[in-house]
């Protein structure tokens, strides 16, 4: 049978994404943990920037005990609790196009944006050992959640809430391009509109050896949302009035969090991973060349710290 042009640009696409998916290593970590905290910034497709940093530091044998990540970052930090390399990276860049995944239709389908359901359905059926590792009592993983009717984060763990799954789709759940994920009785949206990047969590918890994993370069700053995003929310949230105030002023407090986390880090209480250019990824990045080059960008950025990254964990080289 003949094949038609759009037959035959779906097959090269199919064969470029086999070509990109070649290239992020495929395994499961040992079991051997690292003490301290890991925290992961979320940023929906940027997360691929933080696949490269933690397939990086699975892949040396760096599985760091605690894990806390906030919305893309509290799905990468589950299959890294659970040791799998490069397994969120590859269905991400696979998923990328399909509209049920990420897009409008994951909306009708799933009430979000991103199609956690597709993502949970397979990481759970695919391997056990992906929920024994995530749910071992030797392991921390938190995922941040907005509270809608406060505010205000909740940091959601298997010691408080009654699905680790489900508290993650809240973490990530985008205001405005997603309903409101309920959670034990309590509606929960993304937990960027509350607490972005987890560091001060990390340091009131005890922890002395601290990484954070950031998804925009040093020095970026929040612009703040445009004009249209606000009054979407206010029409929106007008019930949840301080929820609403916290999105008002979001780009604020993350601004202020990064002049904290930049002084946290000349005082060398905490050790940061960051792009070390701008990522050229949209939210719902579909290209999935760009996507792989921000994997790359972790991979690299994180191998050229990988001695000082031992050293602040207090490992033995090697």
Known sequence: MKMTERSRIGWLFMRHIETILNRIPDGRSGRELTPGCLVLEGGAFRGLYTGGVTDTLLLNNINIQTVIGVSAGALYGACYCAGR???????????????????LRAIRKNQGVIGFNIVFDTFKTEDHENILRIMSPERRLVAVATNCLTGQPTYLEKTNCSDMFTAIKASASMQVLSRMVYLDGIPYLDGGNSDCIPVDWAIGQGYERIIV?????????????PETQLRAEQRLYHNFPALYDYMMHADERYNRLCDHIDELEKQKR?????????????????NPEKLYRAYRMGVV?????????RSYLGMTQG
């Open 85 to 103: 390399i490069g397994w969120p990276s590859r269905f991400n860049i696979t998923h990328c196009r399909n509209s049920s995944y990420a897009g």
């Open 213 to 225: 994993v950031k998804t925009h370069e040093r020095g970026w700053r929040d612009p703040g949302e």
């Open 301 to 309: 950025n994180t191998e050229h710290r990988m001695e000082r990254i």
């Open 270 to 286: 905490i050790l940061v991973i960051a792009p070390s250019q701008p990522l050229d990824v949209a939210r719902l990045e579909k």
